[in-house]
C-alpha cells in the first residue's frame, strides 16, 4: 500500500512580518485539510519539517501543528531534521508510515521563520549544516563557492551559465503569486558585479544565493485505497532517498556524486529516464547547484550543464522547464518548508492547478530536494493518479 497527496496548502514566501512560526505552522495545516476536505479527526500523524537550529525560540515546534484543530489533540506529532531537505525527510517518514500500515492519513507540513534575524544570524544557524571538524566558520555562500571554483576550474568559467539561471527563475516566478521576489531583473543585471550585485563568495554573486524566507507548505497523504473519496491525487512512481558523506574533503567538488545516484535510482524504481519528464522543482539553493543538477539529472554531460541553458531546455516552454515556480532562487527557500513547497508545486502542477505557472500536459513531474551541500538527497517521482 503506497500514500497519494490528496490535499495542500502553501503561504506567500517572503518577509512576513505579521506571521509567527506558530501561525504560519497552523495556517497551511488548516488549508491543506480543507483542500483535502477532510476533518481532523481523520488524520493519525502529523509530521513537520523544521530545520530551526537556533532561528527561532520554538525549537520544539511539532505539537504547534495541534493548534489548527482541537480535533488534533493526542495525535502523534513529529518534527523531522535533514538540513534544507528536512520537508521531504517529514514527506517520506508520513509516507513510510502509510506503507508500513501504521496510518491511513498523514497530515505533514513544512516551516521556518528566518527574516527576523540579521543575515549574518542566518547564516551562523545555517552553517550547523556543514562539517564542524572541518568546515567550521564557513557559511554556505562560501560552500557552494567552493563548488564553483572546483567546477569552473575542471570545466571553465560558467558565470554567464549562472546568471541565465538565476534570471530564468526570477523570470519564471512572475507567474507565481506565492514568490517572495517577482521580479524579471533580467540576465545582464544578474552578470554584472555591482553594488546592487557584489561578490558574495567568488564566483558567487548576491543574484546566485537563494533568498532568506518565512514560509510554510503543508500536504494530506492518505493510503490509496481510500483515494476513492477525494476528488484528485498525485501519487509517488518513485521515492528516493540517501546521504553522502557530510566532509566536503570526502566528495569531488566538481561534481554531484550523491544527487547523481539519487537520480539514477528513482529512475530505476519508476522505469523512466530524464526524456519521460515532463517538468521538475529542483534544489537550486546557489546557481552552481542547479547547473550541477542539470548534469547530475542527466540533462546533460558533466562539464556541459550550460547546454540545458543554451538550448532552452529548462525554460517556460522548454521540454523539460525546470523551477517554473521560481525555484528557491526567486520564490524563496524557508529551509524546513522547502521540500514540502516544492512537492504541493509539483501536485498542482500535475492535476491542472498550477495556474500561470502550468505547463501544457503535465503528466510526469520530478522534485530534488537536497540537504546541506549535497549530503541529502530526495528525488522523488510523482503523476496524478485518475
Same mark, same amino acid.
Given at each position: ?7 495542500? +496548502? ?15 505552522? @497552523? ?21 513537520? +519539517? ?24 493526542? &495525535? ?27 496510518? &491511513? ?76 521576489? #517577482? ?9 554584472? @558585479?555591482?553594488? &546592487? ?14 533568498? @532568506?524566507?518565512? +514560509? ?8 490509496? /485505497? ?5 476528488? &484528485? ?31 539514477? #535510482? ?17 534544489? /537550486? ?70 495556474? /500561470? ?7 510526469? +513531474? ?19 493518479? #485518475?
Amino acid at each position: 500500500m503506497d500514500a497519494a497527496i490528496v490535499g495542500w +496548502g502553501h503561504s506567500r514566501f517572503g518577509r512576513l512580518e505579521e506571521e509567527t512560526l506558530e501561525s504560519l505552522i @497552523v495556517g497551511v495545516a488548516q488549508e491543506a485539510l480543507a483542500d483535502a476536505g477532510i476533518p481532523a479527526a481523520a488524520v493519525d500523524g502529523i509530521w513537520l +519539517g523544521n530545520f530551526n537550529a537556533g532561528l527561532v525560540p520554538d525549537g520544539f515546534a511539532a505539537s504547534l501543528a495541534l493548534q489548527a484543530d482541537d480535533d488534533l489533540r493526542f &495525535r502523534p506529532a513529529t518534527r523531522c531534521e535533514n538540513a534544507c531537505a528536512s520537508g521531504s525527510a517529514a514527506i517520506y517518514a508520513a509516507r513510510n508510515a502509510i506503507r508500513a500500515g501504521e496510518a &491511513r492519513v498523514a497530515l505533514v507540513i513544512g516551516a521556518e521563520k528566518m527574516t527576523h534575524l540579521s543575515t549574518g544570524a542566518v547564516a551562523e544557524a545555517l552553517g550547523h549544516a556543514g562539517y564542524a571538524a572541518e568546515e567550521a566558520g564557513l557559511s554556505f555562500p562560501q560552500i557552494f563557492g567552493q563548488f564553483a571554483q572546483e567546477y569552473f576550474h575542471k570545466w571553465g568559467d560558467q558565470s554567464e551559465a549562472l546568471a541565465r539561471i538565476a534570471a530564468k527563475n526570477h523570470k519564471h516566478a512572475l507567474s507565481n503569486p506565492l514568490a517572495q521576489m #517577482r521580479k524579471d531583473v533580467g540576465f545582464e543585471f544578474c552578470n554584472t @558585479v555591482s553594488e &546592487r550585485n557584489p561578490l558574495i563568495a567568488a564566483p558567487l554573486r548576491l543574484t546566485d544565493c537563494s533568498l @532568506v524566507s518565512d +514560509g510554510a507548505a503543508a500536504l494530506v497523504l492518505v493510503a490509496e /485505497d481510500l483515494l476513492g473519496d477525494f476528488r &484528485r491525487a498525485v501519487g509517488f512512481r518513485a521515492a528516493v532517498q540517501l546521504n553522502d558523506f557530510l566532509p566536503m574533503s570526502r566528495r569531488d567538488l566538481s561534481a554531484f556524486e550523491g544527487p547523481e545516484q539519487a537520480f539514477a #535510482r528513482a529512475y530505476r524504481a519508476a522505469g523512466v529516464g530524464v526524456s519521460d519528464l515532463d517538468f521538475a522543482e529542483v534544489h /537550486d539553493c546557489f546557481t552552481i547547484a542547479e547547473l550541477m543538477i542539470y548534469e547530475a539529472m542527466g540533462l546533460a554531460p558533466k562539464g556541459q550543464g550550460a547546454r540545458a541553458i543554451d538550448e532552452g531546455t529548462v525554460f517556460k516552454g522548454g521540454s523539460l522547464p525546470v523551477n517554473l515556480s521560481g525555484g528557491l532562487k526567486a520564490k524563496g527557500h524557508p529551509v524546513g518548508a522547502t521540500g514540502v513547497s516544492m512537492h504541493v508545486i509539483a501536485a498542482r502542477q500535475l492535476v491542472g492547478e498550477a495556474g /500561470d505557472m502550468q505547463h501544457p500536459d503535465a503528466g510526469l +513531474g520530478c522534485v530534488f530536494n537536497m540537504g546541506g551541500s549535497g549530503v541529502a538527497s530526495y528525488c522523488s517521482i510523482l503523476e496524478a493518479r #485518475r
